[in-house]
């Protein structure tokens, strides 16, 4: 949801158009988009400055491209943990552009506009056995 439709639902809050729980309510619609098996938030990325993270074990393949494609359609970038080779294959086939980080077992599909990149983080593992840990971190 923009600042000026955010600022409309606070100015009909003040002339009692609405109440703050129609005015909740309508918020929720605009910033949640509901799949049938999940219900996505679509807003977290201007709320919180990171985008929505999709959790892959237990989902199946079509289900984490459908979230991908439903978070790309907002505008936002898309970043799915847990995931296996088979089923980054089925969200790079319909998302070209997503690209597979298969020691992380971590996809990513970048936003519109990148964000800029600020300073630098340092991703430090004890030994081989950290190092799908290390590389989900460094994505």
């Given at each position: 949801m923009d600042r000026a439709t955010l600022e409309a639902l606070f100015d009909q809050v003040a002339r009692g158009e609405r109440t703050p729980a129609e005015a909740a309510d309508a918020a929720s619609a605009w910033t949640t988009r509901d799949l049938g098996f999940a219900t996505l938030d679509t807003g977290r990325a201007s709320r919180l400055d990171h985008p929505e993270v999709i959790?892959?074990?237990?989902?199946?393949?079509?289900?984490?491209?459908?979230?991908?494609?439903?978070?790309?359609?907002?505008?936002?970038?898309?970043?799915?943990?847990?995931?296996?080779?088979?089923?980054?294959?089925?969200?790079?086939?319909?998302?070209?552009?997503?690209?597979?980080?298969?020691l992380a077992g971590v996809l990513h599909l970048a936003g519109p506009t990148p964000r800029p990149e600020v300073g630098l983080v340092a991703v430090v593992c004890a030994g081989t056995s950290d190092l799908p840990v290390a590389e989900e971190v460094a994505v």
């Open positions: 959790y892959g074990a237990g989902k199946s393949g079509d289900q984490i491209r459908q979230l991908v494609g439903a978070l790309a359609e907002a505008g936002q970038a898309a970043l799915v943990t847990r995931l296996d080779a088979e089923k980054a294959a089925i969200v790079q086939a319909a998302w070209p552009a997503a690209r597979w980080h298969p």
